[in-house]
């Protein structure tokens, strides 16, 4: 039996649950959502893209929604299949992000007439390298299925509009030095008490916090692992700290990276940039952006990490995440949403769509 996209969201959070769907494997789940949207919401043109789906009104609508959630899970914990337990539901994916595709799912087949015409976008492999990721593929591929004037996350959010994201960058700082024999320890020259004054620095920086459109982003810059050392006698001629940089969404990627090394100034190590991710401004100035937070009853704030929103907000298009889960169980061995969760991001949804 096919998932049914007009049952109680709660129940199809459960039947999407119980198809294990980790990361390179999501086809049945794919194939299981393409059937059920051809066959539930013929008011929906549909299409494929690897183990991604899309489907897509053209009502004439002044404008358009844009409703994307990632069908991959992180490897399962002997936590799939789905269970029950109160107003909690347990298993791989609960929260992040199952809960949230089902809402999509369910109001996708249940909205005759949206005030919006509707764009979804479930995709693949958003869990594990950026390179791989099925929205990246969709942006190459079939970048007008991504045309919106606000595209809404179904990322764990706890019923909470988290208005665009940070960015991170991973810059390694790494001390050159001269290699001796321990027991001569003068004759050589200690890469890894020059990491001293650089992780120094670090635990007196002071994070800055930013406004922006309401939101509060509030930075952090840490250091994240340290390599050094040869062996037990001898003095290391090369010792590395890598730091990662979170920061506001006002921020370039140039920019960030431009502080990292400002902040490092004067110090006796050289600086690589390993990884980096542009920031996602909120862009609740947008009307559409507005009208959501509005029918979610004003309930916003700054999102901490990275998301996908970044890659709209780098086309222009005003992203929010916006979801049942809570952020903090995602991938845990006890992941589990609250129920009566799923419900109101529904009914707040609902509303949105169709005021």
Not at 8 to 30: F, G, K, M, N, Y
Request: glycine content about 10%; some cysteine; overall charge negative.
């Amino acid at each position: 039996m096919g998932l049914d996209l007009r049952a109680d969201p709660i129940t199809l959070t459960a039947a999407l649950v119980d198809i294990p769907s980790e990361s390179r494997h999501e086809q049945r789940i794919a194939d299981e959502i393409e059937s059920a949207l051809r066959a539930q919401a013929p008011h929906f043109e549909v299409i494929r893209s690897g183990n991604a789906v899309l489907a897509r009104t053209n009502l004439g609508r002044s404008s358009r929604v844009l409703l994307a959630g990632h069908t991959d899970t992180v490897p399962a914990a002997d936590n799939v299949p789905s269970r029950r337990d109160g107003d909690l539901m347990y298993g791989c994916g609960t929260s992040d992000m199952k809960s949230g595709d089902a809402v999509f799912l369910h109001l996708a087949a249940t909205i005759a007439e949206p005030a919006h015409d509707l764009t979804l976008v479930m995709y693949d492999c958003e869990e594990i390298e950026s390179s791989a990721n099925g929205l990246g593929r969709i942006e190459r591929d079939l970048p007008a299925w991504l045309a919106a004037d606000v595209a809404i996350l179904g990322e764990p959010s706890g019923g909470f509009i988290e208005a665009g994201c940070q960015g991170t960058i991973r810059v390694v700082a790494t001390a050159a030095g001269t290699r001796a024999h321990s027991a001569r320890s003068w004759l050589g020259d200690n890469a890894i008490h020059k990491l001293g004054a650089v992780l120094d620095r670090l635990s007196r920086y002071q994070a800055r916090s930013v406004d922006i459109d309401g939101c509060v982003y509030r930075e952090g810059l840490s250091a994240v692992r340290i390599d050094g050392g040869i062996a037990g006698n001898v003095i290391p001629d090369a010792a590395s700290v890598t730091i990662n940089f979170r920061f506001a969404p006002d921020r370039s990627v140039e920019q960030a990276v431009a502080h990292v090394h400002e902040v490092l100034a004067g110090l006796d190590v050289t600086c690589e940039t390993t990884d980096a991710a542009a920031g996602a401004l909120p862009g609740l100035a947008n009307p559409a952006a507005a009208a959501l937070v509005a029918a979610a009853g004003g309930q916003v704030r700054a999102k901490y990490g990275w998301t996908d929103v970044s890659r709209f907000a780098a086309l222009g298009i005003a992203a929010v995440n916006y979801g049942p889960g809570d952020p903090n169980l995602a991938h845990k061995v006890d992941e589990h949403v609250d129920i009566t969760a799923i419900t109101a991001t529904t009914e707040t949804l609902r509303a949105y769509l169709t005021a």
